[in-house]
């Protein structure tokens, strides 16, 4: 088994050195199913943009994914198929103009989403979209109204209690709404033959929620008055929040979604097709696409600062030397990335330095925790002997201590965003787009970096708070659950790991109990595998077959817990090594989301980085 480890790392090593890019990144494909696809056809078509180039090679790649049973998917499991997806997918072909009404695939795709409900049972974003191209009544009531970006901080409920990407997307919503804008074209397809009763204004839940919007309204109104200047003033607070935070390529936040409903929102505003910010906003969106077997794809962002900083600490991890050209490369790129400017995540947190790191490399405002930890992982042996270096290893452990919730857990972007009163509006997916609550996957790895990488004690009172935060949400099963990934097998490795590195004992009761909850799921071939299913089932779904990537975290995990080569240790060890160079579903299977039942991600290098993690610390711990 030696051999095979030491030339399976070696294997990995080579793989991820030779896709490094010039300028010392790596930008493998964020890849997050059709509807990025869908979305670009639709807003080119809306804007009268005729890319025909693109456009068609869009359409193809949405055909490519297309089940025999007409409907779309997110991801493999998920069943017979997802209406949305469908209904994206089917709008957007007849949309392009490539694909007409009574072809055999739309005529499959028709029939699904009748079968299942029609227009009106798609999710409340695809409602959105589909209200502002003409193709479903606007509500007669928004949740929320624009006015609230007008409340104070000290307000029950106020605009920035909303997670930093859900204001994002929910600012350009909000004046939409508002205006109840309809955008269309001599293209504009008719999609009324999907509704099945007639689509009713009431794709929000309102009438259950009259008296939490009814406290919302008597705040607005014992504060502001809600005159028509206070509206008017609500409407120009929210477009300058767009474009104040507008990105140097043009995008909103760097993100698809946000950028998508902001080119609508300034048209609902009197900008026209050709608005320079318009024109620019759509460039930037076009500079995300990517190449994917032979087609392209929209990607939702790029993960270039993400992809980044994983490879570049797995590599070393792996023995490259700081010294290799290939490390040298990747962290002058990362040292570029530290961000300088003040987002938005100083408003809760203003007494702070920024020094942070964001996922993409077109993002400058938008720092995370994740990238954060990452990309000083990545720069750890570096900070000694370069005082660039050491400047922003300083600013960026001085930033990650200070983001710390006062729950004791860590966020993704924002300190103390996390409202309970928000989960009140009903708004689809609301828990995932209006929040960012301490999470396992957070609060271990950031863990697992102070307690491996800095020379904070475990006594310190920041690790002792962290360290309560995941044995108090720990599941009844011994798992942990993780925001970011899926689900339960991410969010367990990642506690496990840094409770391990905070010097927390294997032998405590809930770190055994977390052992053998991962012993238990492990399947007959070695692996482990869990579906997406998870995050809207609030509790762990087998996969039904292995994943690379996740037998990976689950191997990290008892690797770090272990004082020996266990029998289920080295069955997970002997299943990488054949999994690993195997092209089946599982290894496109998305292992992250974004939004639990709409967005999920495929990271392309995650089928390299993790493995080699986690063969490279069994062959350290075990093998000498």
């Not at 204001?167 to 999907?194: C, E, F, G, Q, W």
């Not at 502001?224 to 390529?249: C, V, W």
């Not at 942990?480 to 294997?506: D, E, K, Q």
């Not at 809207?536 to 292995?546: E, N």
Request: hydrophobic share 40%.
């Amino acid at each position: 088994m030696t051999y095979r480890t030491e030339q399976l790392i070696s294997q990995l090593v080579n793989q991820l050195k030779n896709d490094q890019t010039p300028n010392g990144s790596w930008n493998y494909p964020f890849e997050s199913g059709i509807t990025t696809d869908a979305y670009m056809i639709i807003l080119l078509r809306s804007l009268e943009i005729n890319d025909e180039n693109l456009i068609s090679e869009l359409t193809a790649r949405i055909l490519s994914k297309q089940e025999t049973n007409g409907a779309w998917k997110l991801f493999h499991d998920e069943g017979d198929g997802n209406i949305s997806a469908t209904v994206e997918a089917y709008y957007s072909l007849l949309y392009s103009g490539y694909v007409n009404k009574d072809d055999f695939r739309l005529l499959a795709a028709k029939k699904f989403v009748l079968a299942n409900g029609g227009l009106e049972k798609s999710h409340m974003l695809t409602k959105i979209m589909l209200a502002i191209t003409g193709q479903y009544p606007w509500p007669a009531y928004f949740p929320l109204p624009v006015e609230i970006i007008l409340l104070p901080l000290h307000f029950p409920i106020n605009f920035y209690d909303i997670s930093v990407y859900g204001r994002a997307n929910l600012a350009p919503i909000m004046i939409l709404a508002n205006k109840k804008y309809v955008k269309t074209s001599t293209r504009s397809p008719n999609l009324s033959d999907l509704t099945l009763s007639g689509a009713t204004d009431e794709f929000l839940n309102i009438q259950e929620f009259q008296e939490f919007f009814s406290l919302i309204e008597h705040d607005l109104k014992s504060l502001l008055g809600f005159s028509q200047t206070i509206h008017s003033l609500a409407i120009n607070r929210t477009k300058q929040y767009m474009l104040d935070h507008i990105e140097p390529d043009g995008t909103l936040y760097s993100y698809f979604s946000s950028t998508f409903l902001m080119i609508f929102a300034l048209l609902s505003l009197g900008h026209s097709n050709s608005d320079p910010r318009i024109l620019v906003a759509v460039k930037g969106l076009k500079a995300m696409q990517c190449t994917i077997h032979g087609h392209t794809h929209m990607q939702f962002t790029t993960a270039t600062v993400w992809n980044t900083s994983l490879i570049s600490y797995a590599l070393q991890k792996a023995g490259v030397p700081t010294t290799d050209s290939v490390i040298n490369k990747a962290n002058e790129y990362l040292l570029e990335q530290q961000q300088t400017k003040y987002g938005d995540w100083a408003i809760h947190n203003p007494d702070v330095l920024p020094g942070g790191w964001g996922f993409s490399a077109v993002n400058t405002m938008n720092p995370d925790i994740d990238d954060s930890t990452a990309s000083l992982r990545s720069i750890s042996q570096l900070v000694q002997n370069d005082h660039r270096f050491h400047q922003a290893w300083d600013k960026g452990i001085l930033w990650i201590m200070s983001m710390q919730n006062r729950d004791g857990g860590w966020p993704a972007f924002e300190k103390n965003v996390y409202n309970e009163l928000l989960n009140l509006l009903p708004i689809e997916g609301g828990k995932f787009l209006l929040s960012d609550p301490s999470s396992a996957d957070l609060t271990g790895r950031t863990l697992e970096f102070l307690g491996g990488y800095t020379n904070l004690p475990s006594e310190h009172e920041l690790m002792k708070r962290g360290i309560n935060w995941l044995v108090h949400n720990q599941e009844k099963d011994g798992s942990w659950y993780g925001r970011w990934g899926i689900c339960y097998i991410y969010g367990t490795w990642a506690s496990i790991t840094g409770l391990m590195a905070s010097g927390v004992s294997p032998e405590n009761p809930f770190v055994q109990k977390s052992v053998k909850w991962l012993l238990g799921i492990q399947n007959p071939d070695g692996g482990w595998g869990e579906s997406c299913k998870s995050d809207l089932a609030s509790k762990y779904v087998p996969l039904g077959s292995s994943n690379l990537t996740q037998t990976a975290w689950a191997l990290d995990a008892l690797i770090a817990v272990s004082d020996k080569a266990t029998p289920e240790i080295n069955a997970g060890i002997s299943y990488l090594q054949v999994a690993t160079n195997i092209d089946n579903w599982t290894i496109s299977y998305p292992v992250v989301q974004g939004m639990g039942g709409d967005f999920y991600i495929h990271y392309h290098s995650y089928q390299y980085i993790f493995p080699l993690l986690a063969l490279t610390h069994y062959k350290k711990k075990f093998q000498g």
